[in-house]
């Protein structure tokens, strides 16, 4: 039988169609996804401290946000970048071992906080607890934002069943990233409240709503850098009101730590997070290209850089130069490759952005759940952001449920998906739900080949093909 969009997107309709109208058990798909989220989140607080050789490990994601707040509420650097300036200077002798020991201890925590001081300083008020109960009180509000992402997109009562059905699917989809963020104590719900809904109320009439949501995403620009991408779905969308409302919100996150810490000590961590991220970070290549880093430089790291994980040997790694580390020439080639894959994909959106733009100025303001080419250029922009950062995790990638629950949502209403996109959410659908289910040995050989990486830069490159070339859109069923 000849494979049909049209025919997919149908079947797709009609299930969503008939998960609408069965109301009860549809709430308790979702409830029940929801609370096993609640479960692994509050693993975390009683997770145990681990060590190497060396050097204590993280007990989980937020162990590193605490012990930055804390360092903070102690005036001291989050950064740490002293004790790198120190080990310089001291210049010890690392093949004694006492020397090494002394700094690998000096490292330790050093890059493990890689987010502005704005996050750092939020938790100020939990980080003067021990650990068991800030990382509950940071488990909740967690949660929480999850919840209150959730209740906002059920909040119109006409759209409620259809609205809950793609939330029950969406998380579906997404559950093992989900479920991975809350079991390791990250940012990812906080940053699906702020930007989803920075995006609804971006597109909202009121003046005062559409700038207010600009400034949502400006403080999730503010946590992580990565949101920023979402400016030029506002752009696209000609919300110039809600993109001075992100310029605010980046200010005041970049800004409100000098309440705590004054102008210069703020000032002095903002530009050691510069010089770790961008001057540091941002010159290599290949940071932490570890097996389930799932970004462009660190699929072209695994696959030829020796060294690049542990598990390389198991699997037939790197490709190229076997034990051999490669010359310092060879290294510039694949960092200058690596590099530009990454600006390919940036280019990609930039241009798909400018081309709905142009497309878009003169269409009537609509809501965001209603207007297929900023859905399609959102999901473009997470993606792109996640794919180029240089280290993203599995779990980062959860914050893709934004965009396809509005996908999803649109899908029920007739705008069809195009073969391209059915491709793509297959992929979504392997990784974010059956691969769980995969031996481990499986998911290993699929992440340290950075599978899931190439499938959203493909993804990416797809959607520019669909927002710049291929115009047409399947308008909704009457």
């Known amino acids: 039988m000849r494979f049909s969009a049209q025919t997919v997107s149908l079947k797709i309709r009609t299930f969503l169609t008939y998960l609408a109208g069965r109301t009860y058990p549809v709430r308790a ?52 970048a002293g ?37 750092a300083f939020l938790l100020l008020p939990i980080s003067r607890f021990d650990y068991l109960p800030a990382a509950f009180i940071f488990q909740t509000l967690s949660i929480v934002s999850l919840l209150g992402f959730l209740f906002l997109l059920l909040a119109k009562k006409e759209t409620r069943n259809i609205h809950f059905a793609s939330a029950a699917l969406a998380m579906a989809v997404f559950f093992r990233f989900l479920m991975e963020n809350a079991s390791n104590g990250n ?66 996150a970049l800004g409100v730590p000098s309440l705590a810490l004054g102008w210069e000590k703020n000032l002095d961590f903002l530009t050691n997070w510069y010089r770790l991220v961008f001057a540091s970070y941002g010159k290599v290549a290949f940071v ?10 660190a699929a072209i790291g695994k696959l030829f850089v020796p060294g690049s994980d542990m598990a390389q040997g198991s699997w037939g790694l790197p490709l190229i130069f076997g034990r051999r580390m490669p010359s310092r020439e060879e290294l510039t080639v694949l960092s200058v490759i690596a590099r530009a894959g990454s600006l390919f994909l940036i280019v990609c959106y930039s241009a798909a952005g400018l081309a709905v733009f142009f497309r ?33 995790w599995y779990h980062a990638y959860g914050i893709l449920f934004v965009p396809v629950f509005f996908r999803t949502t649109l899908a029920a209403s007739g705008v069809d998906l195009t073969k391209r996109e059915i491709a793509g959410y297959a992929g979504y659908i392997f990784f974010g739900l059956i691969s769980t289910a995969l031996p481990a040995d499986t998911r290993e050989f699929l992440a340290m080949y950075s599978v899931f990486a190439w499938i959203c830069a493909a993804i990416v490159v797809e959607k520019t093909w669909t927002l710049i070339v291929s115009s047409r859109e399947v308008k909704p069923a009457a």
């Open 29 to 80: 798909f979702t409830a029940v996804l929801f609370f096993l989220l609640v479960f692994y989140s509050f693993r975390v607080p009683f997770y145990s401290s681990g060590s190497t050789l060396f050097v204590q490990l993280s007990r989980s994601d937020f162990d590193d946000y605490y012990q930055a707040s804390r360092l903070l509420a102690k005036g001291e650097d989050p950064y740490r």
């Open 83 to 119: 004790n790198i300036r120190e080990l310089l200077r001291d210049n010890p002798d690392l093949n004694n071992p006492a020397a090494l020991q002394g700094a690998l201890k000096k490292l330790q925590g050093v890059g493990s906080y890689i987010y502005p001081p704005f996050f």
């Open 360 to 392: 878009e100025r003169k269409k009537a303001l609509s809501d965001f759940a209603g207007r297929i080419q900023l859905i399609r250029l959102c999901e473009m922009g997470m993606l792109t952001s996640l794919v180029t950062s240089g280290v993203s």
């Open 187 to 252: 940012i990812a719900f906080f940053l699906i409240l702020l930007s989803g809904a920075g995006l609804v109320l971006s597109f909202r009439k009121n003046p005062g709503l559409s700038a207010a949501g600009g400034f949502l995403i400006g403080l999730a620009g503010g946590v992580k850098i990565t949101p920023l991408f979402l400016g030029m779905v506002l752009f696209a969308g000609g919300r110039f009101l809600a993109i001075a409302g992100v310029f605010l919100g980046v200010v005041f």
């Open 288 to 297: 932490r290209a570890w097996t389930n880093n799932q970004t462009f430089s």
